[in-house]
């Protein structure tokens, strides 16, 4: 992930005919930021690259990767839905009346993780929502940005896969690069998308990831 910041950092073209040096990261769209770096997540996780860098045979590589494709399955969906969770809580926080804020916590808690709240504690430690430090910071609407930017590095690993049939060749970065790095913040970012992938920003492809269907 933080490669990927690197690379985009040192691959941002700083300098435009015309308007001198200027930093082209200054107010670049958060959640395809994030969705760069994400996508080089992706990297240590795809079977060719763990079949070419990783340690044992390839039936042993093979049969790990399985097991760990199952059981990451229902951790990407928790970790989904507690996203959902925090941005549903931080609208609340903006609408509600903060009397409702701790019950409105456990109503998204049980809602879309299935988690109850203890009725021994509830009213006696600080709640979940309290100790979320992007509510407080200068970081508002950041948990809605994230699910944007998993769309996003979704979307853009599987179109490239599916383009290039392998993500350890150059041409994918290349493009990768070209569409969504060098242009800093001097172009759109929904056009950027359909620019590389064919298609506006969909949630189809996140859902092949959830599902496990993209591994």
Same mark, same amino acid.
């Given at each position: 992930?933080?490669?990927?910041?690197?690379?985009?950092?040192?691959?941002?073209?700083?300098?435009?005919?015309?308007?001198?040096?200027?930093?082209?990261?200054?107010?670049?769209?958060?959640?395809?930021?994030?969705?760069?770096?994400?996508?080089?997540?992706?990297?240590?996780?795809?079977p060719?690259?763990?079949?070419?860098?990783?340690?044992?045979?390839?039936?042993?590589?093979?049969r790990?990767?399985?097991?760990?494709?199952?059981?990451?399955?229902?951790?990407?969906?928790?970790?989904?839905?507690?996203?959902?969770?925090?941005v549903?809580?931080?609208?609340?926080?903006y609408?509600?009346?903060?009397?409702?804020?701790?019950?409105?916590?456990?109503?998204?808690?049980?809602?879309?993780?299935?988690?109850?709240?203890?009725?021994?504690?509830?009213?006696?430690?600080?709640?979940?929502?309290?100790?979320?430090?992007h509510?407080?910071?200068?970081?508002?609407?950041?948990?809605?940005?994230?699910?944007?930017?998993?769309?996003?590095?979704?979307?853009?690993?599987?179109?490239?896969?599916?383009?290039?049939?392998?993500?350890?060749?150059?041409?994918?970065?290349? +493009?990768?690069?070209?569409?969504?790095?060098?242009?800093g913040n001097?172009?759109?970012?929904?056009?950027?998308?359909?620019?590389?992938t064919?298609? +506006?920003?969909?949630?189809?492809?996140?859902?092949?990831?959830?599902?496990?269907?993209?591994?």
């Open positions: 992930h933080e490669t990927g910041h690197a690379v985009h950092n040192m691959s941002v073209k700083q300098s435009y005919t015309g308007t001198g040096d200027v930093n082209l990261l200054q107010d670049y769209f958060a959640p395809l930021m994030e969705g760069i770096a994400m996508t080089f997540e992706l990297l240590p996780t795809d060719e690259w763990l079949l070419k860098y990783g340690k044992g045979s390839k039936a042993e590589i093979k790990d990767y399985k097991k760990w494709v199952d059981k990451s399955i229902p951790w990407r969906a928790f970790n989904m839905r507690r996203q959902l969770v925090f549903y809580m931080e609208r609340a926080l609408k509600e009346d903060p009397k409702e804020w701790t019950k409105t916590w456990w109503d998204l808690n049980r809602k879309f993780l299935f988690i109850d709240d203890d009725p021994e504690t509830k009213y006696t430690e600080l709640p979940g929502w309290t100790s979320i430090p509510y407080w910071g200068n970081n508002a609407g950041a948990y809605q940005q994230y699910i944007i930017a998993y769309m996003i590095r979704a979307q853009t690993y599987q179109k490239l896969k599916e383009k290039y049939k392998s993500m350890l060749k150059p041409e994918p970065w290349k +493009e990768f690069t070209k569409a969504y790095i060098e242009p001097t172009g759109y970012w929904d056009k950027m998308i359909v620019k590389l064919g298609e +506006e920003l969909t949630p189809k492809y996140i859902m092949k990831e959830l599902k496990g269907e993209s591994l």
